[in-house]
């Protein structure tokens, strides 16, 4: 049972690490926050190498890698202006959504439908999307799902969870021709070293700023190390769909951040509405 403190764990260390680099966009801009994530947590995967084994890498390996890094650095540059721009409790929420796109790019991947489980997942998902703002039906029934439009982080983060259902199939398919914890190690290191110069050029502070030491930028690479190799960890203990279910718990532990932290209101009918969204996304990983 291992597993699970350890997914539970990457659950606390990926919202932590929302929460400090939403922190951090203060003073330095989403492509800065973006390479800091990336550049300052591979340090840490690095020295895990000399440890493990070194699995024999074949041509799908590097061509799923090539595929993939540029949608990685997109979505992540995506993530963190999401959370520059709108709460913790309206853009976190809507990687709930990952699953159910994954729904679709599955069907056009694979050919697979969803079974009823999965399309109760989605309307429950939808339930809880709908009542994150709910405070809004004052203005009209269907004002709440408007809203999620009018908010560009929420927006961007929808965004984010579709990028995310393509490179999580590819991610899949990499870790088949490697090792889970081999990959987790070298996929974000190789981000960091190809992101850099997207990020310089996109950045419009200078791009010396990224190597500034700042104990909190110290803080972010600490703690996306931790979500990454706890990730690597708990995978290869139990199935898939089980240790992502329990690390979604993410969701619940952002809104407490953005209450807590950054005094973000209609908190009771967010953490409502993430909670029908973390059930519905049980129902399509689990059932």
């Avoid at 061509?63 to 963190?80: Q, R, S």
Wanted: proline share 5%; aromatic share 12%.
């Amino acid at each position: 049972m291992l597993w699970l403190p350890l997914s539970l764990l990457c659950a606390i260390f990926l919202s932590t690490s929302d929460a400090l680099c939403k922190k951090a966009l203060k003073q330095s801009d989403a492509y800065i926050i973006s390479w800091v994530r990336l550049g300052y947590s591979a340090p840490f995967l690095l020295t895990i190498i000399p440890f493990i084994s070194i699995p024999h890498l074949d041509f799908t390996f590097w061509m799923v890698i090539l595929i993939a890094l540029p949608l990685e650095i997109t979505a992540l540059i995506l993530y963190v202006k999401a959370i520059s721009v709108s709460p913790l409790s309206l853009t976190i929420p809507f990687l709930a959504l990952t699953p159910v796109f994954l729904i679709l790019t599955s069907f056009i991947m694979l050919g697979e439908l969803p079974d009823r489980s999965g399309i109760s997942g989605i309307l429950l998902i939808a339930i809880g999307a709908y009542l994150l703002n709910v405070h809004m039906s004052k203005k009209g029934i269907l004002k709440p799902f408007k809203a999620v439009f009018e908010e560009r982080g929420s927006v961007l983060m929808i965004i984010v969870a579709f990028i995310y259902s393509i490179t999580s199939n590819l991610g899949k398919l990499a870790i088949q021709h490697s090792s889970p914890i081999f990959f987790g190690i070298l996929y974000f290191v190789l981000l960091s070293i190809v992101s850099l110069p997207v990020v310089t050029i996109g950045s419009k502070q200078e791009a010396s700023k990224i190597f500034t030491f700042k104990p909190i930028f110290l803080a972010i690479g600490v703690f996306h190390a931790l979500v990454v190799l706890t990730h690597v960890w708990a995978i290869s203990l139990i199935e898939v769909p089980y240790m992502i279910s329990v690390k979604r718990t993410s969701l619940l532990f952002s809104v407490i951040y953005g209450w807590l932290l950054f005094k973000e209101v209609n908190i009771k009918e967010r953490f409502l509405g993430v909670s029908i969204m973390l059930i519905g996304l049980i129902f399509i990983t689990l059932f």
